[in-house]
């Protein structure tokens, strides 16, 4: 049983979180899942989703996956000193770090993608890309992964790199298991990226 660890933030993209949830989810004997936030409590994305959370310093369970979501949020995140630095700590001792839409910008802007390759959300390129020069930003790509780390395009690239993660750990027909179950379209082909000159 590994412990996904989903850090979340005000003002969140709502897919971005639970679609990798809900396929992570189906799978209950292989992950557990916990949601944490910087303080704790209930935490609301844009969509007014309220989400029950528990503080960092409080996680009842050592963090195997570390899930970085993007959204509305994260523009105001990457001059937080505090949040960057417990990202740090967090994906250090993470055994996987996995990342949708502009939750990259928070790892490339902490220092974490330094001389990783890596992609992001392409509507928002430009304000990801400028977070950091360190990193091996690659466009044209539905997700990337490089040693531990895998991190998506834009918003349900997520989904995509969530089932292409149990793929690699748990086996093609385990993901396909998921995708039919959830009645999910996977996109199994990392490089094949529909949304590249969005």
């Known amino acids: 049983m590994q412990t996904l ?4 933030f005000d003002d969140f993209e709502t897919l971005d979180l639970f679609g990798p949830i809900e396929l992570f989810g189906s799978l209950p004997n292989d992950f557990h899942i916990q949601f944490a936030s910087m303080k704790g409590g209930i935490i609301h994305n844009h969509h007014g989703v309220a989400l029950q959370t528990v503080a960092v310093a409080e996680l009842a369970h050592q963090t195997n996956i570390l899930l970085v979501i993007g959204g509305k949020g994260t523009r105001l995140l990457i001059n937080d000193s505090k949040f960057l630095q417990t990202l740090t ?21 902490a220092g974490i993608l330094d001389n990783k390759r890596a992609t992001s959300n392409k509507r928002a390129w430009q304000w ?18 490089d040693g531990k780390f895998y991190t998506s395009s834009g918003v349900t690239a997520g ?4 089932l292409g993660f149990i793929a690699d750990r748990q086996g093609r027909d385990s993901a396909k298991e998921v995708a039919d ?9 990392s490089h094949l990226d529909d949304f590249y000159n969005c």
């Open 5 to 8: 660890t989903a850090l979340v």
């Open 128 to 145: 990801v890309t400028e977070q950091s020069d360190q990193v091996d930003w690659i466009k044209q790509a539905r997700w990337v992964v």
């Open 181 to 189: 179950y959830t009645e999910y379209r996977w996109q199994e082909d």
């Open 89 to 109: 700590t967090l994906a250090d001792n993470a055994d996987w770090v996995l990342s949708v839409c502009t939750g990259s910008a928070l790892l490339a802007k």
């Open 159 to 162: 989904m995509d790199m969530a």
